[in-house]
């Protein structure tokens, strides 16, 4: 399986980009997000895309990303019942990791259904599948290996949705309980104080 493409863009749109490697052009289905991040690449400039492979019986497919956070996200959308390797690009051309996750947590169907293709018996499924999930995509999603200073994690939890003064309090706790623990810990241990407020 492919897991990661650098090469030269001979073609882009919003939806599919053109990827020259070594003198072989692969298609690579990329979200809005990651399209964004290509234009503002150099011209002529090499570019890596994550890339996750799609094979069906009539088709081999590869979708791409710009970060390896957002290939985790889509890999977790696909675990959804009735959220294809389609409908989940759209989901993240739609929605930012953060804020999927933030409505995620609260449980925002509104929100999750204004993505074209989401309705809300889609949003409702992604609430329930993934609610639960929450806490371990933050953990997998922090690239700091530890905050340099609180304000690093209460942002990471206000990112996801918490109140800022929750946010605040779960973070002087993770602090207090395991302060040389790493950030992801650090956030683990805060989101948990923060289910059982």
Same mark, same amino acid.
């Given at each position: 399986?492919?897991?990661?493409?650098? %090469? &030269?863009?001979?073609?882009?749109? $919003?939806?599919?980009?053109?990827?020259?490697?070594?003198?072989?052009?692969?298609?690579? =289905?990329? $979200?809005?997000?990651?399209?964004?991040?290509?234009?503002?690449?150099?011209?002529?400039?090499?570019? %890596?895309?994550?890339?996750?492979? =799609?094979? /069906?019986?009539?088709?081999?497919?590869?979708?791409?990303?710009?970060?390896?956070?957002? &290939?985790?996200? *889509?890999?977790?959308?696909?675990?959804?019942? %009735?959220?294809? $390797?389609? +409908?989940?690009?759209?989901?993240? #051309?739609?929605? #930012?990791?953060?804020?999927?996750?933030?409505?995620?947590?609260?449980?925002?169907?509104? /929100?999750? #259904?204004?993505? !074209?293709?989401? %309705? &809300? &018996?889609?949003?409702?499924?992604?609430?329930?599948?993934?609610?639960?999930?929450?806490?371990?995509?933050?953990?997998?999603?922090?690239?700091? !290996? /530890? !905050?340099?200073?609180?304000?690093?994690?209460?942002?990471?939890?206000?990112?996801?949705?918490?109140?800022?003064?929750?946010?605040?309090?779960?973070?002087?706790?993770?602090?207090?309980?395991?302060?040389?623990? $790493? *950030? =992801?810990?650090? +956030?683990?241990?805060?989101?948990?104080?923060? #289910? /059982?407020?």
């Amino acid at each position: 399986m492919i897991g990661f493409l650098t %090469g &030269k863009v001979l073609a882009s749109s $919003p939806e599919v980009v053109l990827l020259d490697v070594g003198g072989v052009g692969y298609e690579v =289905h990329v $979200p809005l997000s990651t399209y964004y991040e290509i234009e503002k690449a150099e011209s002529g400039a090499a570019v %890596g895309l994550h890339i996750r492979t =799609h094979l /069906r019986d009539d088709a081999l497919t590869l979708f791409g990303f710009w970060t390896e956070r957002e &290939k985790l996200v *889509f890999d977790h959308l696909l675990g959804v019942g %009735g959220i294809g $390797p389609k +409908l989940a690009r759209v989901i993240l #051309s739609g929605l #930012s990791t953060e804020d999927l996750l933030a409505a995620l947590a609260a449980g925002d169907i509104a /929100r999750l #259904s204004t993505t !074209p293709g989401v %309705g &809300k &018996k889609t949003a409702e499924r992604m609430v329930v599948e993934l609610r639960d999930k929450v806490q371990t995509l933050a953990a997998e999603l922090s690239v700091e !290996p /530890r !905050p340099s200073t609180d304000d690093d994690l209460v942002m990471a939890l206000v990112s996801l949705g918490y109140r800022k003064r929750d946010a605040e309090r779960a973070a002087l706790a993770a602090q207090e309980k395991a302060g040389d623990a $790493p *950030f =992801h810990e650090l +956030l683990r241990v805060s989101l948990g104080k923060l #289910s /059982r407020a």
